[in-house]
């Protein structure tokens, strides 16, 4: 089972997760692992990173930062950035305007590793954009997300 979700930004740029189950011979675990391949693209580059691990309820807490960062006035001030340790992912909300929210993402190279490099892009993108990527982003998981409750 692979699923996928894409963040498109304007000037081509996109950010792409794919979801799919690792089987419980490969980590030497009793159940099989649902691991994330993330992708980052711009005009110029495209660089993909395998087999992530993520913390407890990555999509359902990426979800409701991609809502509120559509919903929030000035998402910039009011949204902390959003953070996957385990991931390396991190995200946080540059500048927005009525209809567009700059993003920038940052992922480590190696999120096992204190010192590592980090992959790095900003890019904007539409409020409408983002407040759907809230209800997609959800299928990485099987799940649909139709609430979202003001928690981040």
Excluded: W
Aim: proline share 5%; aromatic share 10%.
């Amino acid at each position: 089972m692979r699923d996928g979700f894409r963040l498109p930004g304007y000037g081509g740029a996109a950010v792409f997760l794919r979801s799919h189950a690792v089987p419980a011979t490969v980590f030497e675990s009793d159940v099989p692992t649902l691991v994330f391949d993330v992708g980052l693209l711009s005009p110029d580059r495209f660089n993909q990173y395998l087999s992530r691990h993520t913390d407890e309820g990555f999509v359902e807490r990426l979800a409701a930062f991609f809502f509120h960062a559509a919903a929030d006035f000035h998402p910039e001030k009011s949204l902390p950035s959003f953070t996957d340790e385990r991931l390396g992912l991190m995200i946080s909300v540059c500048s927005s305007t009525d209809r567009e929210v700059e993003l920038d993402f940052s992922l480590a190279e190696d999120p096992e590793s204190e010192d590592t490099e980090r992959d790095e892009m900003t890019f904007e993108t539409s409020r409408v954009v983002l407040a759907t990527s809230a209800q997609t982003v959800s299928r990485l998981t099987g799940g649909v997300t139709t609430h979202f409750d003001g928690e981040l």
